[in-house]
């Protein structure tokens, strides 16, 4: 396929955008950042209100169909938190591990999720498909790994015994909470536009 479809991708995160297009290889599909001035005001309550209003901004800036996600942790034993908030819960990436471990501290039920939930629009705000991802694990009670980003170095994943800091990065975009929202939207894309 030499026509790719470029969709934009509402984030001004560049390895998110890296990670998102290494997942999509080979689908004949492109996802380009969104034009300068993207900023949206994340205020909504939940990863699918989130996911919307980015997709709608970077819509809405670029003329074009764009595609948003909003993902974090979601810990049961501090009653889904960070979950939206996984990003702000403190300053740097190390803070929020260590704060994240500092609240665990007192539980014995250490069972988490990543959760990622994708919404792809068209310039006007209307819906065209809204996946979730979810990716099951639990908190470990230290950091392993140096692949991935964010809370990947505590979070060890389901049936692997590894965190996902410990993967290779084709193994995570195998089993991500990304990955598993981002290929039901591929199907979407591929065979409706």
């Known amino acids: ?29 492109e996802f380009i950042l969104p034009p300068a001035g993207f900023d949206p005001e994340e205020t909504g309550t939940t990863f699918e209100q989130n996911s919307y209003i980015k997709a709608y901004e970077a819509a809405k800036l670029s003329k074009n169909i764009a595609l948003a996600d909003d993902s974090g942790l979601c810990v049961e ?6 979950g939206i908030h996984s990003a702000r819960y403190a300053p740097t990436a190390d803070e929020r591990i260590d704060k994240l471990l500092k609240n665990l501290a007192p539980f014995g039920n250490r ?7 994708m919404t792809l629009v068209d310039e006007f705000g209307n819906i065209l498909d809204k996946e979730i991802g979810e ?18 170095p505590v979070f060890v994943v389901d049936g692997y015994g590894i965190t996902m800091a410990d993967m290779t990065e084709d193994r995570k975009n195998e089993i991500s909470h990304r990955a598993r929202a981002l290929n039901k939207i591929i199907q979407y894309i591929k065979s409706s536009l």
């Open 77 to 82: 034993a501090l009653d889904g938190a960070p």
């Open 1 to 29: 396929m030499e026509n790719k479809i470029k969709i934009v991708f509402a984030t001004g995160n560049a390895h998110k955008l890296q990670e998102i297009n290494e997942i999509a290889k080979g689908t004949g599909i």
């Open 135 to 152: 990716c099951y694990g639990e908190i470990s009670k230290e950091r392993s790994g140096t692949n991935g980003f964010g809370y990947d």
């Open 111 to 117: 069972t988490a999720k990543f959760v990622c939930a």
